[in-house]
T-cell receptor, first 117, second 114 residues
Framework: DGGITQSPKYLFRKEGQNVTLSCEQN?????MYWYRQDPGQGLRLIYY???????QKGDIAEGYSVSREKKESFPLTVTSAQKNPTAFYLC????????????????FGPGTRLTVL | QQPVQSPQAVILREGEDAVINCSSS?????VHWYRQKHGEAPVFLMI?????EQKGHEKISASFNEKKQQSSLYLTASQLSYSGTYFC???????????????FGKGTHLIIQP
């Protein structure tokens, strides 16, 4: 079955530590995204990538880093510079809309809940 | 520019109807609607791209006004399974649908009671 996987589902880290969240997709989608969700809030865009070896900052990129070495993988590193990292992190992917009249549905993975102790 | 969703919360009895609105101060390229159950990932419902467009499947439909600054989601004869938080995600007109990511509203909590 095609889909997006994220691991781990729950993650605990101590203050000052970096941690990497995994996101893998086998949908052959070109674009991938990372969003952060805080309780009672909508999703906010951290980083996105439209193509391998290229990525762009979203609205709240400070304290985060990403890489896109393979089409199917887009890991997110939460660094010690992120002041308040406790949140629900969601990865998504979509087909590049070029040639498809702009319909660009995003499909989400199950999410990783990060708690800083 | 975060879109504004209204109402913040709705409580309905099974079988009643609901309307959720999503408004932007700027013209939008597209509007995406999602439903999220507690602790789970958002599930895609539909996307609207054209001014005046209306779309729907089963008893859930949506519209996008001519100015492309407001979209409404319509839930007809609600079922218990419709409970959850509904989000609209938007792309601004300048983005041209170039996979730049979505800006989401804060969500509308929908509770369906038996």
């Amino acid at each position: 079955d095609g889909g997006i996987t994220q691991s781990p589902k729950y993650l605990f880290r101590k203050e000052g530590q970096n941690v990497t969240l995994s996101c893998e997709q086998n949908l052959n989608h070109d674009a991938m995204y990372w969003y952060r969700q805080d309780p009672g809030q909508g999703l906010r865009l951290i980083y996105y990538s439209q193509i391998v070896n290229d990525f762009q900052k979203g609205d709240i990129a400070e304290g985060y880093s990403v890489s896109r070495e393979k089409k199917e993988s887009f890991p997110l590193t939460v660094t010690s510079a992120q002041k308040n990292p406790t949140a629900f992190y969601l990865c998504a992917s979509s087909i590049d809309p070029s040639g498809r009249e702009g319909y660009n549905e995003q499909f989400f993975g199950p999410g990783t809940r990060l708690t800083v102790l | 520019q975060q879109p504004v969703q209204s109402p913040q919360a709705v409580i309905l009895r099974e079988g009643e109807d609901a309307v959720i609105n999503c408004s932007s101060s700027k013209a939008l390229y597209s509007v995406h609607w999602y439903r999220q159950k507690h602790g789970e990932a958002p599930v895609f419902l539909m996307i609207l791209l054209k001014g005046g467009e209306q779309k729907g499947h089963e008893k859930i439909s949506a519209s996008f006004n001519e100015k492309k600054q407001q979209s409404s989601l319509y839930l007809t004869a609600s079922q218990l399974s419709y409970s959850g938080t509904y989000f609209c995600g938007t792309e601004l007109m300048y983005s041209g649908g170039g996979a730049d990511g979505l800006t989401f509203g804060k969500g509308t909590h929908l509770i369906i009671q038996p």
